[in-house]
Structures are given as C-alpha cells and as structure tokens.
C-alpha cells in the first residue's frame, strides 16, 4: 500500500513538474490579476512572442481605455527589462526584446465587450477574472460566463 502512495506522489509531482514549474524560457503566456483604482479586478494575459498584453475586463462601462492602460503602463515598461535579466530568455528567437537604444515596450489590448462577457453586478469582479482564468486554460469559451451563472 505504502509502495502505491509513493507512486502516486510521484507522478503527482512529475505531473505538476511537467505543468506548472515551467520557467519563462519555457513559456508562451503568463496569467496574472490586476486591480484598477482599488476597486476593480481584471485578468491581464502576457503573450510573449506576441509582445502582448491583453486585458480581460469584465466591466468596461468603469474605467475606459486610458485609464486601463495607465494601470497597465508600469507592466508595459518593466516586463522587458525583467525578461532581459531571465537567464536563457534573451537566446529565444520568438522573442523581440530590444530595440537600438532600450528594450520595446509591451503592447496592450483590452479585449472587446462582444468578446469578453459583461457583468451588470458590480463588486464580481474577481470571480470573473477566476472563472476568464479557468475558462482560457481549459479552452472552454468565455461566452460561459455570465452573471446568470456565476
């Protein structure tokens, strides 16, 4: 029994290894949440060969464009010089870090309300960006969120 339980805990890492202890040599999109103005959680996706960060926003009708990409502009500026100084990041081909004299900006996007569902209750907002999260890596359509189901 003990011999079965330790096969399962190793595959159980190694699972987990294999999954989610890629480094960001290894990876392609990073998820992470942000908060606006103290009161609003959105879902940002780093697309890194696409040089993109798009911006999941469950109630666009709060804060517009601007003001999205102000609380976006430190991660616009900074991600580059943390990418840098990753070890091995700087020999990937799919990436364009730099230009002649500093390293490029991060584009930003927020996505439209046709594709992002919108929430008419306010204060949801960090369910939302769980259940965008949830959705986007079980390639489950975000059409499925909505506040009738939430």
């Not at 480094?23 to 040089?51: K, S």
């Amino acid at each position: 029994m003990a011999e079965n339980s330790t096969e399962k805990s190793r595959e159980i890492r190694r699972v987990f290894d294999d999954h989610f202890q890629r480094g960001w040599t290894e990876v392609e999109e990073v998820y992470y949440p942000l908060n606006i103005g103290a009161n609003h959680w959105v879902l940002v996706q780093i697309d890194l060969p696409a040089h993109m960060l798009t911006v999941y926003d469950s109630d666009q009708a709060l804060y517009d464009d601007a003001r999205v990409e102000q609380a976006m502009c430190p991660m616009m500026k900074m991600l580059p010089y943390f990418l840098l100084n990753v070890e091995g990041v700087t020999d990937r081909a799919d990436l364009d870090l730099t230009t002649t004299t500093k390293p490029r900006d991060f584009d930003v996007r927020r996505l439209p309300p046709n594709v992002v569902p919108q929430t008419a209750k306010s204060g949801d907002y960090g369910i939302f960006v769980i259940k965008h999260l949830e959705c986007l890596l079980a390639d489950i359509p975000l059409s499925n969120v909505v506040d009738d189901v939430m």
